[in-house]
């Protein structure tokens, strides 16, 4: 194949989007397929500018440190480009010889893609463009999951049990914790925290998925329910939580506070439950938010989701090279004991503007929890390194 990869990030970085470039970087030099190995800076932004690196001459010692470093190597954006601007891209493709273009992220990107390898087929210009799936959300359809996911789900469960052990250590004190953490109107982050729980006394004691709203009333019912009964509460909620009304609990901010996809940027969720708690049930409460940590933080990457990323930078490269265009690697899963996955793809008119949120049969029945069948899920994922196990001396309730 002659011409040049070309190859992006976007969206939110996370702890493995590295591995997926350099599973594709490496790829790509095994077959010795293509006139040049370029990476494009700050994601579309860079896209429209031209603003690329050189890639196929990194060496294997950088390629290695870069599979294992977090964020976003090339850079980022959550630019939307227009039809008039992919337009425009094409014809800087066609300049610069570019025949191959692989984009690393999750649902937005792929909605990139799409279009671009649409509007190529409409003009007959010769171009693979390949989606490679990225996100801590979890949400992307047509795949098990998503490269990120694994990561993420490891960081919110050791989180989860750290944090509720400062609660346990002065319920008197605080005895309300909520944790709010990311993955937007999916609940996949949020059913991660409960891997780490043993016993009905260990947290979390009370999810709010966005996939179950809550009126006010009721989420202050349980929360007095569980105080009653274990003397303290943990609770682990949705940043985007909404009511039964579909009130954002958080700060919706004006009609314009919103991405460039359209994406409704929600402020506050925790603080404002804490608020209400304490308001309504007289229980002092405080809020952990981890924030971008838990999303690229190397502390918790799980070494399953490191591989898998790598590998599905690889299928993006071995796709092209088939003559494929207009599809997202995907992965799917063999087995849960033992875990096993490969990698597969997926038209991409079936992933762009679609969300796969957490099915019901993964939720129990009153909303509150994970079953059996989201653990049997969630814990390959995770990776075989052992979670903390931690001990109690005494009485756990006071």
């Given at each position: 194949?002659?011409?040049?990869?070309?190859?992006?990030?976007?969206?939110?970085?996370?702890?493995?989007?590295?591995?997926?470039?350099?599973?594709?970087?490496?790829?790509?030099q095994r077959?010795e397929?293509?006139?040049?190995?370029?990476?494009?800076?700050?994601?579309?932004?860079?896209?429209?500018?031209?603003?690329?690196?050189?890639?196929?001459?990194?060496?294997?010692?950088?390629?290695?440190?870069?599979?294992?470093?977090?964020?976003?190597?090339?850079?980022?954006?959550?630019?939307?480009?227009?039809?008039?601007?992919?337009?425009?891209?094409?014809?800087?493709?066609?300049?610069?010889?570019?025949?191959?273009?692989?984009?690393?992220?999750?649902?937005?990107?792929?909605?990139?893609?799409?279009?671009?390898?649409?509007?190529?087929?409409?003009?007959?210009?010769?171009?693979?463009?390949?989606?490679?799936?990225?996100?801590?959300?979890?949400?992307?359809?047509?795949?098990?999951?998503?490269?990120?996911?694994?990561?993420?789900?490891?960081?919110?469960?050791i989180?989860?049990?750290?944090?509720?052990?400062?609660?346990?250590?002065?319920?008197?004190?605080?005895p309300?914790?909520v944790?709010?953490?990311?993955?937007?109107?999916?609940?996949?982050v949020?059913?991660?925290?409960?891997?780490?729980?043993?016993?009905?006394h260990?947290?979390?004691?009370?999810?709010?998925?966005?996939?179950?709203?809550v009126?006010?009333?009721?989420?202050?019912?349980?929360?007095?329910?569980?105080h009653?009964?274990?003397?303290?509460?943990?609770?682990?909620?949705?940043?985007?939580?909404?009511?039964?009304?579909?009130r954002?609990?958080?700060?919706?901010?004006?009609?314009?506070?919103?991405?460039?996809?359209?994406?409704p940027?929600?402020?506050?969720t925790?603080?404002?439950?804490?608020r209400?708690?304490?308001?309504?049930?007289?229980?002092?409460?405080?809020?952990?938010?981890?924030?971008?940590l838990?999303?690229?933080?190397?502390?918790?990457?799980?070494?399953?989701?490191?591989?898998e990323?790598?590998?599905?930078?690889?299928?993006?490269?071995?796709?092209?090279?088939?003559?494929?265009?207009d599809?997202?690697?995907?992965?799917?899963?063999?087995g849960?004991?033992?875990?096993g996955?490969?990698?597969?793809?997926?038209s991409l008119?079936?992933?762009?503007n679609?969300?796969?949120?957490?099915?019901?049969?993964?939720i129990?029945?009153?909303g509150?929890?994970?079953?059996e069948?989201?653990?049997?899920?969630?814990?390959?994922?995770?990776?075989?390194?052992?979670?903390?196990?931690?001990?109690?001396?005494?009485?756990?309730?006071?």
């Open positions: 194949m002659a011409g040049t990869l070309l190859i992006g990030q976007a969206g939110g970085a996370t702890a493995v989007i590295n591995s997926s470039l350099v599973g594709a970087i490496r790829e790509a077959h397929s293509f006139d040049g190995i370029w990476g494009i800076r700050w994601g579309a932004e860079g896209l429209l500018q031209g603003d690329f690196i050189e890639l196929g001459s990194l060496p294997p010692d950088t390629l290695t440190a870069l599979s294992g470093t977090p964020g976003a190597a090339l850079g980022s954006s959550r630019r939307k480009l227009s039809d008039e601007e992919v337009d425009v891209l094409l014809d800087l493709f066609r300049r610069r010889e570019i025949r191959t273009f692989l984009f690393i992220g999750g649902n937005d990107s792929a909605d990139t893609v799409h279009r671009v390898a649409q509007l190529a087929s409409d003009r007959n210009q010769e171009l693979q463009a390949i989606a490679v799936p990225k996100t801590i959300d979890n949400d992307l359809p047509m795949t098990d999951h998503s490269p990120g996911y694994g990561s993420i789900a490891r960081y919110i469960t989180a989860t049990m750290d944090s509720a052990k400062d609660t346990e250590s002065m319920p008197t004190m605080y309300v914790k944790i709010e953490v990311m993955g937007r109107d999916a609940g996949w949020v059913a991660a925290s409960t891997l780490g729980k043993r016993e009905s260990d947290a979390p004691h009370l999810l709010c998925l966005p996939e179950r709203r009126s006010p009333e009721n989420l202050l019912r349980d929360v007095a329910r569980i009653q009964e274990f003397g303290r509460v943990v609770a682990v909620v949705a940043e985007t939580l909404r009511d039964d009304q579909g954002p609990f958080g700060d919706p901010g004006s009609s314009e506070d919103r991405d460039p996809f359209g994406h940027l929600i402020r506050g925790a603080a404002a439950l804490c209400l708690i304490q308001k309504e049930l007289g229980l002092r409460a405080r809020y952990d938010k981890p924030g971008s838990q999303r690229m933080s190397m502390l918790c990457a799980s070494s399953v989701d490191l591989r990323a790598d590998e599905v930078g690889r299928a993006a490269v071995r796709l092209a090279l088939d003559g494929q265009t599809r997202m690697v995907t992965l799917v899963r063999d849960d004991e033992p875990y996955c490969h990698t597969d793809s997926a008119a079936n992933v762009a679609r969300q796969r949120v957490v099915p019901d049969n993964f129990t029945a009153d509150k929890g994970t079953t069948a989201f653990h049997r899920y969630g814990f390959p994922l995770v990776g075989p390194e052992p979670l903390p196990r931690y001990v109690r001396l005494g009485d756990v309730q006071r």
